[in-house]
């Protein structure tokens, strides 16, 4: 079965300097990746995604994201952090279902941007 | 395109009573989701629904739970004879095309 492990529960950063937030999946098949991030009780909004073609993914928010299928790793980087960028980021896998995909997410990372 | 829009924002219950929530998704967007989002928890899929039929639930969804979606427009997700272990944040999401979901602001559910 597929699924996303994030390795840090927490990360915290200070201002303007880059960050880093890892992701490994497991999958026997290909995969499609994505990385959300969660403002306090909102929803889910799309930082970037993988489906195929070139492995470095750029995002909305500054954010980038590099496919490693040796490494099976999805790690977000960002080279200068905001303090707005202080939220909860999430890493996920597509898996197929009837006529469709679910995602499958990863625990979750904790940015927090000090200043 | 107003997006993905649920309601109630948040619920208090108490522990037994029955819930429905609702979630309008984007107008042309045939496919929706569920998921619920304990505190510290990635999202779980719990149900999905293409157009009005249910094709695929997750063993997460107990019998105390059932989802609807009439005329492929709106979905409700009913718990019945809620329990503590119900208290989580119900996030919906709907898609036209593989890859492209757009997540709702949820409805986080307090059983006391």
């Known amino acids: 079965a597929q699924s996303v492990t994030q390795l840090d529960s927490q990360v915290p950063v200070f201002e303007e300097a880059p960050v880093e937030l890892r992701c490994n999946y497991s999958?026997?098949?290909?995969?499609?990746l994505f990385w959300y991030v969660q403002y306090p009780n909102q929803g889910l909004q799309l930082l970037l995604k993988y489906l195929s073609g070139s492995t470095l993914v750029k995002g909305i928010n500054g954010f980038e994201a590099e496919f490693n299928k040796s490494q099976t790793s999805f790690h977000l980087r960002k080279p200068s952090v905001h303090i707005s960028d202080t939220a909860e980021y999430f890493c996920a896998v597509s898996v197929g279902i009837q006529g469709a995909q679910k995602l499958v997410f990863g625990q979750g990372t904790r940015l927090t941007i000090n200043p | 395109d107003t997006g993905v829009s649920q309601n109630p924002r948040h619920k208090i219950t108490k522990r037994g009573q029955n819930v429905t929530f609702r979630c309008d998704p984007i107008?042309?967007?045939?496919?929706l989701y569920w998921y619920r989002q304990t505190l510290g928890q990635g999202p779980e899929f719990l149900t999905y629904?293409?157009?009005?039929?249910?094709?695929?639930k997750s063993r997460l969804l107990s019998d105390r739970f059932s989802a609807e979606r009439p005329k492929g427009s709106f979905s409700t997700l009913e718990i019945q004879r809620t329990e503590q272990g119900d208290s989580a944040m119900y996030l919906c999401?709907?898609?036209?095309?593989?890859?492209?979901?757009?997540f709702g602001s949820g409805t986080r559910l307090t059983v006391v």
């Open positions: 999958s026997s098949v290909s995969v499609y």
């Open positions: 107008s042309e967007h045939n496919r």
């Open positions: 629904f293409q157009n009005e039929a249910q094709l695929e």
């Open positions: 999401a709907s898609s036209a095309l593989d890859y492209g979901y757009t």
